[in-house]
Each structure stands twice: as structure tokens, then as C-alpha cells.
């Protein structure tokens, strides 16, 4: 009897192409992946672009509680108990590519695939992480500041590469709601830091690395 050898698994595959329970889905700026109160039944892995998380009060105030990049996961509080509602609504800021992924499918790979369950352990841990410093930075730091982080954050610089990155076109208004302040304060500190080099912009954001200036100076 021949013995039938189990297939490795392959995380990266499992990531990045259409299968079993999950399928490739593609979004334009200002589309949402999900919306508040809707049925979280699905996780999104971030390919390519940008999204942000929002929640609206019941007053109808909306804040921005985080930033998306590729390689995140979207929507990960569907596997952390019952089938619940979704706390937040996740929209895309620039185009975006994500994988989608049933909640039953991702149950199954927490389980089977170490290495998927390590995988997604280490991306938890790096949200816990980042939500913390958000909060440390909304309670702290002034809108300038914040805005510089946010540009800095989406430019995605302490990863590998070039000392200046370009940010998709994002208008000052959709900074304004992420930082918490009006678009007139926006255009005023992006005036400011184009004047002093730490950006350049005409369609795209280029941010250069003088721009944590901002932040380290007290």
C-alpha cells in the first residue's frame, strides 16, 4: 500500500491566491471591505494598497482607530468567538488588492498550520503594539505631529528601502479625518513641511526622512 504524503503548506501561497474558501476581491479608493453592524463572517488579507478602520459613534461622529498596509490582516474579530457584528467599517484609501477569506477557512488553518497560526499570532501582537502607540500619540501629541507620523506610517519608512517614499494621492480632507483635525490645519502644516523639505507633492506625497524631525523634536 503506497503511503500518500501530506502536501507542505505553504502560507504565502495560501495568502496570495483564490482556493478553498477564499477568493481574490479588489477595491477602488473610499470602497469599504465591510461596515459597521454588518455580519463578521470573513477576514481580509491586505495585498496591495491602503485602508483605514473607522467607527461612528451614535451621535454620528467618526473616527479613525487605524492605518492598513499590504500584509495586514482586515477584520481578524471574526475568529475570536461566536459569529458577531463588525465593530468597525474598513475602507480602502488608495485601490486595493485582498484576499478574502471565510471565517470556517481561517478556523481550520489556526488550527492545522502552524505556521499560519504563528503568522497570525505575530501580526496580533504588532497590531496590539501599534494600536498602542496610536493611542499614545492621539493622547499626546499635537495635530502636527500626528500628521507627520501618519504620512511617515504610510510611507511605510523602517521597512527596508529608499530613504524617500512616494504616497499615493490622498486628499487633505481624508488626512483631516485620520488625524482628528480640520482640512485648514492639514493644508497648513502640509504648506509647512513642503517649505522646509521634509515633503514634495503634485498628485503623490513624496516623504523624505528629515520629516521624523517632526516627531523627535519636543
Known sequence: MVELKKTTFDATTFLTSAGLGRRIVRLKPKEAFFSQGSLADSVFYLQKGRAKLTVVSQGGKEATIALLFAGDFVGEESVAGVVGLRLATATAITACVALKITRQEVLRVLHEEHTFSDL???FLLARSM????DL??????????RLARVLLLMAEFGRPGESERLIPKITQEALAEIIGTTRSRVSFFMNRFRSLGFIEYNGGIRVHKSLLNV????
Open 120 to 122: 497570525f499570532l505575530k
Open 130 to 133: 501599534r494600536t498602542q502607540a
Open 215 to 218: 516627531i523627535l523634536h519636543d
Open 136 to 145: 499614545v500619540d492621539q493622547l499626546f501629541n499635537s495635530s502636527e505631529k
